[in-house]
């Protein structure tokens, strides 16, 4: 498997350096589209908090129990929706792109790997054609 994988290297330095690129893109391009969505779902659960927090005069929504305010119960609970909804949004989207930022990186890495084992192929391979010659 050694043995496959530095040939890989080797052979396709390359098609590596040319997938990492299309990756670094593609994170770029992911994340000019996830900015706005992530900033309208923070502001909605920004505001829905501090609202229900300036009616109930209190410090903070996620120590408070829901079930226990009988006027503001709906509110409260769409609120904390709000706020784990945005979290878990985040989450799940850093997470994407941090996949894709190691993949690039590995990518990377094993395009220097093979150009430099490449290099150093090509470069025995003149010094014997000249040696034979």
Partial sequence: MRTWFNEYLINNYKLNFKAAIII?????????QLVPILNKTELESKTAQYTIEEKL???????VNCNKLVNY?????ITKYKIKHHEELVDINLTGLTV?????IILILCSISGYGQNYKKEKEVKRIKIIIS
Avoid: Y
Wanted: aromatic content about 4%.
């Fill in 73 to 77: 119960k709906a509110e409260c609970n």
């Fill in 57 to 63: 005069n209190i410090p903070r929504i996620q120590d």
């Fill in 100 to 104: 894709m930022l190691v993949l690039g």
């Fill in 24 to 32: 670094a893109g593609v994170i770029l391009t992911g994340w000019i």
